[in-house]
């Protein structure tokens, strides 16, 4: 009985949703929309599209003992598939890649996805942590630099007290079996560099972001790109959508709205941004593939929700 009464429930809220998002759809200044899109400078983007691949191979850059190239198929593989896929199954491909074409163990392949994203978080929060130093931003987003750099702060200082081995013992004793290689790769400044180039991936995306909002005509602040940045990369850690399409878009709205950006600007900004950063990399994901992205995806995607 209450399982049906919940059933009722689930449906009822789709129902109101699925009606709120009509009334959106058909009320929203889609023309206004469009000749933004029609409008964009193409010089612009041009410039956003080469500095958006240029933070895709920085974000592939090998931490394990295998291939540049080879971990530079896996990044785009692993992305492609992120978008393609509601689930998180990028980084199972990024795995498949580096162990089948690097001939890499499966554990190694494993150890150098797990680190390269132990780099990119210690690389989101000096970002976060640095960048907001010098822009006026919200209140929220202040907020969220001193948390950030608190915990970076202590992070960084048990890693040097105690060893990143010290962390890796923290992990359940599953983790630790499948991760042995982990404590050794924080080693000798062999995270430095991954950091650095992580650390330039994020700069590059909010380039990227600043870039197609200026080539949609959007009058924004150094400050209102990179809380439209942030405000994107939080509201798609669920990834409820492939590629977070209308999430983004979304996110871009509420982002941009203090600084008084209307929302069919910010829409229209969003589906450039998604255009540029998504098509690309399906493409070339499909080619590293030999055309067969959608097959993977699908067998990836299943073999994670079996898991």
Do not use: C
Not at 35 to 63: D, H, I, M, Q, R
Not at 272 to 280: S, T
Not at 283 to 300: I, N, P, Y
Request: charged letters at 10%.
């Amino acid at each position: 009985m209450r399982a049906r009464r919940w059933r009722w429930v689930l449906w009822l809220a789709g129902l109101v949703g699925v009606a709120l998002a009509l009334k959106f759809l058909t009320g929203f200044p889609w023309r206004v929309t469009v000749a933004a899109l029609l409008g964009a400078s193409p010089p612009l983007l041009a410039v956003a599209f080469v500095v958006n691949l240029s933070s895709l191979v920085a974000k592939g850059w090998p931490v394990a003992p295998h291939r540049w190239r080879v971990a530079q198929e896996a990044n785009l593989v692993g992305a492609a598939v992120n978008d393609l896929s509601v689930a998180v199954a990028g980084e199972a491909a990024r795995v498949h890649v580096i162990a089948q074409r690097g001939g890499v163990p499966v554990a190694a392949a494993l150890s150098s996805v797990v680190w390269t994203r132990v780099a990119e978080a210690l690389a989101l929060a000096l970002f976060l942590v640095m960048a907001p130093s010098v822009l006026a931003l919200e209140s929220w987003l202040r907020a969220l630099q001193v948390g950030v750099g608190l915990t970076l702060g202590i992070v960084l200082l048990l890693a040097w007290a105690r060893g990143w081995a010290w962390l890796a013992d923290q992990l359940p004793d599953s983790l630790q079996s499948r991760l042995a290689v982990l404590r050794t790769m924080g080693r000798g400044g062999r995270l430095l560099w991954p950091t650095a180039l992580a650390l330039y991936n994020w700069a590059a995306q909010w380039a990227t972001y600043h870039l197609v909002l200026r080539a949609t005509h959007v009058p924004v602040s150094l400050a209102a790109s990179f809380t439209a940045l942030i405000a994107a990369n939080l509201s798609g850690l669920l990834r409820p959508t492939p590629a977070n399409v209308g999430v983004t878009q979304a996110a871009l709205v509420v982002g941009l709205l203090p600084f008084g950006v209307a929302p069919e600007q910010a829409v229209a900004a969003g589906l450039a941004l998604q255009g540029l950063q998504v098509l690309p990399v399906l493409l070339l994901g499909a080619m590293v593939t030999g055309w067969r992205l959608l097959k993977l995806e699908t067998e990836l995607a299943g073999a994670a929700g079996a898991a």
